[in-house]
């Protein structure tokens, strides 16, 4: 019997995978905003949540912390496509806040100083996509945002949030192991707000891409059998080298001292 968390989970790959396990007989809770959407899984423990802002990713710390202190897998799926620029309450560009800090966040938030975490964490992020980089000098967007550079930027972040668990947590003897997947295209849920380019590539994708029941087979491999190493990226079930300029170590470092800075 497992326990997985699962963010994105009322909706697209998250809910699939959720309903997969529930099917096994093992404990699954999903976060999201959409109580409706919830209700969609019957069996799930449902934590309402906007993860989009850093207080609301504490509270759900604390709860999953509070009720569930063992967790086998945390598998983040969270995602929206804005193609118009939006911030958060608290002055954080929307999709960096909801597909990279939130993640960062519940990634080191269910890893205590003791060693003890999830066994795996899951982050569907697509690794490997040469598309995207950290705008350092304007990390919110503010002078060059568009809906697909958004979506790069938090990309290339969770590539390098990956190094950085790794590299905190390792020499601690934590348990887990960090796992950045990209499932490739799945005929999934694509929640957001679209211009009309990227509306006519979501229908493609709604289309043509796999069946989320197909899409999901690689994050479940990863679940059920978890790499070696504290590290590893994979396309579909195909590891990738981090020996790339994407896992750069002093990359990391640097965006997460900025985090560090942005979350408090």
């Known amino acids: 019997m497992k326990t997985l968390v699962i963010t994105g989970g009322t909706d697209g790959m998250g809910r699939a995978l959720a309903q ?4 096994r007989g093992d404990t699954v809770v999903i976060v999201g905003r ?3 959407k919830a209700r969609t899984v019957p069996g799930a423990t449902f934590v309402p949540a906007d993860l989009s802002l850093i207080s609301e990713n504490r509270r759900v710390i604390e709860r999953i912390t509070d009720d569930f202190p063992d967790v086998d897998a945390l598998v983040l799926c969270a995602r929206y496509f804005r193609a118009t620029r939006w911030e958060t309450a608290e002055g954080i560009e929307g999709v960096f806040a909801l ?9 080191h938030g269910l ?3 003791d060693g003890a975490g999830p066994r795996v964490i899951v982050n569907v992020s697509g690794p490997g996509v040469p598309a995207g980089h950290i705008h350092w000098d304007d990390l919110m967007l503010r002078r060059t945002y568009t809906g697909m550079e958004a979506q790069f930027q ?6 390098l949030l990956g190094v950085a668990y790794a590299a905190r947590h390792a020499a601690d003897g934590v348990r887990t192991r ?6 490739g295209g799945v005929s999934t849920g694509f929640c957001g707000e679209f211009d009309a380019e990227t509306a006519a590539h ?4 709604k289309r043509y891409g796999k069946p989320v029941e197909e899409g999901i087979r690689p994050l479940a491999a990863r679940v059920d059998n978890p790499p070696g190493a504290p590290l590893s990226a994979y396309a579909l079930h195909r590891p990738i080298s981090l020996d790339h300029a994407f896992f750069d170590p002093k990359d990391a470092a640097r965006l997460e001292e900025l985090t560090r800075d942005l979350v408090g």
């Open 99 to 107: 597909e990279y800090v939130s993640r960062y966040l519940l990634s």
């Open 202 to 205: 979501v229908e493609s994708l």
């Open 34 to 36: 959409d109580e409706r």
């Open 154 to 159: 938090a990309g290339r972040a969770n590539d």
């Open 20 to 23: 997969d396990y529930l099917r």
């Open 178 to 183: 960090y796992v950045l997947i990209n499932p």
């Open 111 to 113: 890893t205590d100083s």
